[in-house]
Antibody, heavy 126, light 107 residues
């Protein structure tokens, strides 16, 4: 059974730092791109960042670029999100999500997020 | 960046009703469109990829259609467990944007 379990959330002051973790099990973690998606209270889903299966490539939303770093340790089946210079607007539930690749008969690759963790709440407030 | 717009933002429906949710992309995304369902306090659940392909285990009352910029999610006969918020998401390019969500409520 595929499982993604996030941890590391909590209350942090503006300007502070936090590191989120997502432990994966039930699948070959090193074969999948992984993503972080966040959801502010009462709001919609917002993509934050992604990392290639071997960790060699990363991408970020403009709103977090320069403040957040995604990384992974394939030996530990763990995804990370290092969050620095936190702002009130970073307050959200943070989900890790697995990207799966589906190929159709034409050779197109579709990459939805097929499994999600339960989320960890980050609250930025003084 | 590609923007995704869903309509309506919310709707009220009864058990057994046919429900249709629309998602529009700000530019063509071919069929790189996914749908998710989210219930309060829970993580999103993956429903549909490639605009119309049902994920394994998803009931057949759910269907998706569309290509280019206009897409729809249809629930043919709404069941009590379907009351939730639905999100579309494009996977054509980075950033993989989500729509703002459509909340399906009980009438």
């Amino acid at each position: 059974e595929v499982q993604l379990v996030e941890s590391g959330g909590g209350l942090v002051q503006p300007g502070g730092s936090l590191r989120l973790s997502c432990v994966a099990s039930g699948f070959t973690f090193s074969r999948h791109w992984m993503h972080w998606v966040r959801q502010a209270p009462g709001k919609g889903l917002v993509w934050v960042s992604r990392i290639k299966s071997d960790g060699s490539s990363t991408s970020y939303a403009d709103s977090v670029k320069g403040r957040i770093t995604i990384s992974r340790d394939n030996a530990k089946n763990t995804l990370y999100l290092q969050m620095n210079s936190l702002r009130a607007e970073d307050t959200a539930v943070y989900y890790c999500a697995r990207e799966e690749v589906y190929d159709d008969i034409s050779g197109y690759h579709y990459t939805p997020f097929d499994y999600w963790g339960q989320g960890t709440l980050v609250t930025v407030s003084s | 960046d590609i923007q995704m717009t869903q309509s309506p933002s919310s709707l009220s429906a009864s058990v057994g009703d046919r429900v249709t949710i629309t998602c529009r992309a700000s530019q063509s995304i071919s069929t790189y469109l996914n749908w998710y369902q989210q219930k309060p306090g829970k993580a999103p659940k993956f429903l549909i990829f490639a605009a119309s392909s049902l994920q394994s285990g998803v009931p057949s009352r759910f269907s998706g259609s569309g290509s280019g910029t206009d897409f729809t999610l249809t629930i043919s006969s709404l069941q009590p467990e379907d009351f939730a918020t639905y999100y579309c998401q494009q996977s054509y390019s980075i950033p993989p944007a989500f729509g703002q969500g459509t909340k399906v409520e009980i009438k």
